[in-house]
């Protein structure tokens, strides 16, 4: 489900324990073509705070075009998430952000981000169990 920027989710983890306590998380951003936050095989800890900066998976060209990228923000007559060509670096890097490029659909003053884009707060409710997370 999408989840407005800003808004927290709380995740709570029991499968965790200190035999196996790593740890990954990935997200993929709303209304972008590709871009997405991650951390992979992280060992956490109470009290860890992560911020993790969003990234661009190269699959093709950030369009901001509401043709080529799935979210609510476009509107249901788009074809919204036909993958664009795929012209883009593909490699990972940092996400540059939503510029509000040529052609695109959507208004960058109300899209933009800038890193992190993803925050990670560990918490533990049972000092016996690997701690929950809370992703604001």
Same mark, same amino acid.
């Given at each position: ?14 499968? $965790? ?5 790593? $740890? ?24 860890? *705070? ?13 369009? =901001? ?17 036909? %993958?664009? =060509? ?29 890193? %992190?884009?993803?925050?990670?707060? *560990? ?6 169990? *690997? ?6």
């Amino acid at each position: 489900a999408a989840l407005p920027g800003g808004d927290p989710l709380y995740i709570d983890i029991d499968a $965790v324990s200190r035999t196996y306590p790593y $740890v990954t998380i990935a997200a993929m951003f709303v209304n972008s073509n590709d871009g997405f936050a991650a951390i992979n095989g992280k060992i956490l800890r109470k009290g860890n *705070v992560l911020y993790l900066n969003g990234l661009d998976a190269g699959a093709e060209d950030n369009t =901001e075009n509401c043709d080529d990228m799935p979210g609510p923000a476009c509107p249901a007559d788009s074809s919204n998430g036909d %993958p664009a =060509e795929p012209d883009g670096t593909q490699f990972v890097r940092v996400h540059s952000g939503f510029f509000g490029v040529e052609g695109g659909s959507l208004p960058a003053e109300s899209y933009d981000w800038r890193n %992190p884009m993803l925050r990670v707060e *560990v918490t533990c409710a049972d000092e016996d169990m *690997v701690p929950a997370l809370v992703l604001p």
